[in-house]
């Protein structure tokens, strides 16, 4: 499975920027894909999940109120909507998935096989 994430940018703080993530083929319907992040320096985070055949969703505290992820269960392919983008939000952003993952590990970035290339995202002050 490849994956393809798309969308990144540079946007003012207060901004909006819509990330995409396309998975090349599905092994398994019960397939849920996830957005993390990684700022220099910094560990990779989580940012938000969605489990694509059912539409659960689950976020991290930090882009909770602010983002949304949505799925398209037939084109294998996730979203990130970000609003209200602040400096913090820097990062570059990678799309993740897994048929095997459980809820209670959802953000847990070494339990998903597969990765997409990232995508900077840049918030100017």
């Known amino acids: 499975v490849q994956l393809q994430a798309s969308g990144g940018g540079s946007v003012p703080t207060g901004g909006s920027l819509r990330l995409a993530c396309e998975a090349s083929?599905?092994?398994?319907?019960?397939?849920?894909m996830a957005w993390f992040r990684q700022a220099p320096g910094a560990e990779r985070e989580f940012v938000a999940a969605?489990?694509?055949?059912?539409?659960?969703?689950y976020y991290s505290d930090s882009v909770k109120g602010r983002f949304t992820v949505s799925g398209d269960n037939a084109k294998n392919s996730m979203y990130l909507q970000m609003n209200s983008l602040s400096p913090e939000d820097t990062a570059v952003y990678y799309c993740?998935?897994?048929?095997?993952?459980?809820?209670?590990?959802?953000?847990?970035?070494?339990?998903?096989?597969?990765w997409g290339q990232g995508t900077l995202v840049t918030v100017s002050s």
């Open positions: 083929e599905r092994t398994s319907w019960r397939l849920t």
């Open positions: 969605i489990k694509l055949n059912g539409g659960h969703t």
């Open positions: 993740a998935a897994s048929s095997t993952i459980i809820q209670s590990s959802i953000r847990i970035p070494s339990l998903y096989g597969y």
